[in-house]
Structure formats: structure tokens, C-alpha cells
């Protein structure tokens, strides 16, 4: 697309809208579409899918919190046990402490919930940006950017920001992009770059949409 134009951010949204359209949802979308809604649940999952595939850890995260899946009933298990259950996630062991501390924050400072505020979802241990405003926006209805490799990769390849990490990427995001995109885009962009832009696929694709994927 000519650099000297500016880029049209609803029309490479409505593409990439049509094209994921029946391709799996990242995990926490999947597992809220669920029942595994709760701020809670949210953070729970967020913290097992960190650095984990979402095909891993949306199986182990569905089967953790069947388990165990508020913060009283996940205060109850041993770190062992935690650490059993999320065997096939990666850093399961350095996981489990976290989302065994997480539960008890959550149950003995805020009453067996977690807060929907940002400056207090930090301060649990191991809970970055990303993790935090997944909470904030698909638990509890707030508007936040969830910035992950995908969605970094995808809007610098775009040019619609210019930035050097996912944290960079967040805060060009929050100043740039309408806020009634703010929700969708993490759940647009992953299945776009894992799924619609996978090699040997492109050649299927418009000549618009293929021109959205970025390069390998």
C-alpha cells in the first residue's frame, strides 16, 4: 500500500473480519464463549497461555479450571497439584505459584474477586499489561488492547504504528486506534496471522487481503 496514503484501518479490519470468520478463536475468547467469563477465569487462563500455544494451553487452561476455578477453590490445592494439571504448559512450574498466589490475593485482599482495574490487576504477581487488559476487556466489558507477537507483527507490517515491542505497540495503539476497535483486535489479528497468512496459503487471497499479511 503507498506509504504516502494514510492507512485505512476500518478497511483492513473489515477484511481481516471477513476472513477469520469461522477459524478457532484464541484461547480466552474461546474459553469465555464457554462460560469461563469471570475476571477470575481470565486471569487464570492469561497466565497459563503466556508463552504457551494456544493449542496447549487452551486444553490444559479448560482443564484447570474445571477443576478448580474460583479463588477459594483454587486456594484449596497444593502447588504440586496445580503444577500436575498444567504439566504440558510451558513454565508450568514457575505458573502454578503464580496463579496459586494470585487466588489468594484475590480471596484474602478483595474478597474472593478479582478487580476489574487496571492499576490493581498489576500488582498481582506476574501479571503484565497484556494479561491485565485481557481481564479488563473480556471480563469486564472495559475497553483495552490486548498486545500480543501477533498483533505486534501484524500493525507494524501494516504501518499503521512503528514500534519495537508489544509494550511499544500498546501505547501507539491506545493514542491511534478508534476505541471501538479496542475489544476485537486481539481476537481478529491472531487468527489472521496464524491461520489466514500461513504459507502456502497467500495465493488463495485477494490480491487486497494478501497485501494485509506480513511477511515471513
Not at 64 to 75: D, I, N, W
Request: glycine letters at 4%; one cysteine or more.
Amino acid at each position: 500500500m503507498p506509504s504516502e496514503r494514510p492507512f485505512d484501518i476500518d478497511r483492513a479490519l473489515s477484511l481481516v473480519r471477513s476472513a477469520v470468520q469461522g477459524l478457532p478463536k484464541p484461547a480466552l475468547f474461546a474459553l469465555a464463549d464457554e462460560g469461563y467469563l469471570s475476571p477470575f477465569e481470565q486471569l487464570v487462563a492469561c497466565i497459563i497461555s503466556v508463552r504457551t500455544r494456544d493449542e496447549v494451553a487452551l486444553p490444559a487452561a479448560r482443564d484447570f479450571l474445571r477443576r478448580a476455578h474460583t479463588p477459594e477453590q483454587v486456594s484449596r490445592l497444593l502447588a504440586q497439584e496445580i503444577d500436575k494439571l498444567l504439566h504440558p504448559v510451558s513454565f508450568h512450574g514457575p505458573k502454578s505459584l503464580t496463579i496459586l498466589e494470585a487466588a489468594h490475593r484475590a480471596r484474602d485482599r478483595y474478597d474472593g474477586q478479582v478487580p476489574c482495574d487496571y492499576d490493581e490487576l498489576i500488582q498481582f504477581k506476574g501479571v503484565g499489561p497484556k494479561c491485565a487488559n485481557a481481564v479488563l476487556s473480556i471480563a469486564c466489558g472495559k475497553p483495552a488492547i490486548v498486545v500480543d507477537v501477533h498483533v505486534h507483527r501484524v500493525v507494524n507490517a501494516w504501518g499503521y504504528v512503528h514500534t519495537a515491542t508489544p509494550e511499544q505497540t500498546l501505547r501507539a495503539l491506545e493514542a491511534k486506534l478508534p476505541q471501538r476497535y479496542w475489544a476485537e483486535l486481539n481476537r481478529l489479528l491472531i487468527p489472521f496471522d496464524k491461520y489466514v497468512c500461513r504459507p502456502g496459503q497467500l495465493d488463495r487471497l485477494s490480491p487486497e487481503l494478501r497485501a494485509l499479511c506480513p511477511s515471513r
